[in-house]
């Protein structure tokens, strides 16, 4: 089966210290659009003080997605995911906009 590679159109910043990883997209007023954030290390995510659903892309060590949550609402959590290395955060809607599913591997500009 041929590999199917995604690349993620949106500026992608990077959280891959103490500090950006607790503080994510927390406190932000507005959506995010045409932005993501990528979470390193990351196995599951909070939408604590959260104002705006997203979409959560959950990646192994090579970038394949293991785990998709659409729409994610404020104040919700997902379960810690074994396989997961790190977290996308998109834009809600993203990643079926995107054709993201299990399985793909994602490509993204930091």
Same mark, same amino acid.
């Given at each position: 089966? +041929?590999? @199917? ?14 500090? !950006?990883?607790? !503080?994510?997209?927390?406190? @932000? !007023?507005?959506?995010?659009?045409? +932005? ?5 290390? *990351? ?20 970038? +394949? ?7 994610? +609402?404020?104040? @919700?959590?997902?379960?810690?995911? !074994?396989?997961?290395? %790190? ?6 809607? %993203? ?8 399985? *793909?591997?994602?490509? *993204?500009?930091?």
């Amino acid at each position: 089966m +041929e590999e @199917r590679i995604i690349t993620i159109p949106y500026q992608i910043n990077l959280a891959n210290t103490f500090l !950006k990883r607790f !503080k994510g997209l927390m406190f @932000r !007023k507005n959506p995010i659009s045409n +932005e993501g954030l990528w979470i390193i290390p *990351c196995n599951a995510v909070h939408m604590f003080f959260m104002k705006f659903p997203i979409d959560v892309v959950l990646l192994n060590e090579q970038n +394949e997605v293991v785990e998709v949550h659409h729409m994610l +609402e404020p104040w @919700r959590i997902t379960k810690p995911v !074994k396989e997961a290395y %790190s977290t996308l955060e998109l834009p809600s809607g %993203s990643a079926k906009t995107l054709g993201i599913s299990i399985g *793909c591997k994602i490509k *993204c500009s930091i």
